[in-house]
T-cell receptor, first 110, second 116 residues
């Protein structure tokens, strides 16, 4: 699985968009980019994933660069409840393990 | 559709006792994964199972730890002769059998094991 690099922490004002970057320069052609988050000590929560195209769902948008070496998770209107550690993971589409790094600790401030 | 169910939520054991952690996957999911999160650390993969088969146990400690996912019933993570270093949050995840669309894993709330 490709290694991912994320900033250790970020701050965002409530109501503003939160843009979380992730570098995955060694990603292979068949590897997806997954985003999960962990709020305090809860179980990780799936957010979104993509292969090549940008993706959007009710939680977030995922922007993947054309060369697929980096991506950005966008929370369009961050709330206090979005404060969490966000993990960017590169992995194949088969049924295999997820390799979690240290993630980005996002703090949404009032 | 109920999510991934783990029980107990909290488990206290004395050194040398056995710990049994249970995980019921989401309905229709045939893949189960166990992860461990030590205090102040990230999640680490332990084992991946399908019904009656261990597919990948590369993250399991060599001794005292075992896992199963029987044909009927929940998946069990068993830790024999627990030591203080086993104190952690153990998370179970499940995913459906689906190829070519990415592997979305859905996590339970975890079992917090405390070894006295």
């Amino acid at each position: 699985d490709a290694k991912t690099t994320q900033p250790p922490s970020m701050d965002c004002a409530e109501g503003r968009a939160a843009n979380l970057p992730c570098n995955h320069s060694t990603i292979s052609g068949n590897e997806y980019v997954y985003w999960y988050r962990q709020i305090h000590s809860q179980g990780p929560q799936y957010i979104i994933h993509g292969l090549k195209n940008n993706e959007t769902n009710e939680m977030a948008s995922l922007i993947i660069t054309e060369d697929r070496k980096s991506s950005t998770l966008i929370l369009p209107h961050a709330t206090l409840r979005d404060t969490a550690v966000y993990y960017c993971i590169a992995g194949q589409g088969g049924s295999e393990k997820l390799v979690f790094g240290k993630g980005t600790k996002l703090t949404v401030n009032p | 559709n109920a999510g991934v169910m783990q029980n107990p939520r909290h488990l206290v054991r004395r050194r040398g006792q056995e710990a049994r952690l249970r995980c019921s996957p989401m309905k229709g999911h045939s893949h189960v994964y166990w992860y461990r999160q030590l205090p102040e650390e990230g999640l680490k993969f332990m084992v991946y199972l399908q019904k009656e088969n261990i597919i990948d146990e590369s993250g399991m400690p060599k001794e005292r730890f075992s896992a199963e996912f029987p044909k009927e019933g929940p998946s069990i993570l068993r830790i024999q002769q627990v030591v203080r270093g086993d104190s952690a949050a153990y998370f179970c995840a499940s995913s459906p059998l689906r190829q070519g669309a990415g592997n979305i894993q859905y996590f339970g709330a975890g079992t917090r094991l405390s070894v006295l």
